[in-house]
């Protein structure tokens, strides 16, 4: 079940990304008594064709049927669109109308990684990189003090892991709290879902290509 509920999460990733061109998701799971329900939201602009199996939906149907659910797909009503609570806050605008840069704070043990992620992200017009931190302790601190839009996180890391680390910066009640995106080494499934329930908006590996 975990290995289909983690594909059925990539595919819907991957849906959005390619036919809606979001750049922003919300993945939510959430562990009920007897079923299990996977939410992906996004900031896409593409829609569901009527008959409703269009844009890679077929596969997915098939997948969650052969374990007795089913898939809703399509845009959400006006008053609660865009791509969630913890997205939806992710980019604003400056007084002078241009959006405002997404502001980043790094967070890895490993100075070369974090030094990485910088040389890649800041070439970009559009991102800022606010802060980094080498232990999940010092995550949550500067997250509170910076109030980044994402926390890029590494998960196996002294003093404070990756995982708990992410489990308190998402629940500040704080409005507007910045979302986490889970980047490790380890293609491991229990990471997967470890990060999810912890409030994590999305799970890459370090060895991804630069632009996915």
Same mark, same amino acid.
């Given at each position: 079940m975990s290995q289909a509920a983690y594909r059925i999460v990539q595919e819907a990733v991957t849906n959005a990304v390619k036919h809606a061109h979001a750049?922003?998701?919300? @993945? #939510?799971? #959430?562990?009920? /008594?007897?079923?299990?329900?996977i939410?992906?939201?996004?900031?896409?602009?593409?829609? @569901?064709?009527? /008959?409703?199996?269009g844009l890679?939906?077929?596969?997915? #149907?098939? #997948?969650v049927a052969a374990h007795g659910g089913e898939v809703e797909a399509g845009r959400v009503p006006a008053a609660g669109s865009g791509p969630g609570p913890h997205a939806a806050a992710r980019r604003g605008r400056r007084a002078d109308g241009v959006s405002a840069p997404v502001r980043v704070l790094l967070v890895d043990d490993q100075h070369l990684v974090r030094t990485g992620f910088r040389v890649i992200l800041e070439v970009e017009d559009d991102i800022e990189v606010v802060g980094e931190a080498a232990d999940g302790q010092r995550a949550v601190s500067m997250a509170a003090a910076l109030r980044?839009?994402?926390? *890029?996180?590494? @998960?196996?890391?002294?003093? *404070?892991?990756?995982?708990?680390a992410t489990r308190r910066i998402t629940g500040d009640a704080t409005p507007g709290g910045p979302a986490v995106l889970?980047?490790?080494?380890?293609?491991?499934?229990?990471? *997967?879902?470890?990060a999810l329930r912890a409030g994590a908006s999305g799970f890459l590996l370090k060895n991804a290509p630069r632009r996915t």
């Open positions: 750049t922003t998701l919300d @993945v #939510r799971i #959430r562990y009920l /008594a007897r079923e299990l329900e939410d992906v939201s996004d900031d896409g602009h593409g829609g @569901v064709p009527a /008959a409703g199996d890679g939906l077929i596969g997915m #149907r098939e #997948r980044p839009d994402v926390v *890029l996180m590494d @998960v196996e890391m002294p003093v *404070l892991d990756g995982l708990e889970i980047l490790t080494t380890f293609d491991r499934d229990d990471y *997967l879902f470890a």
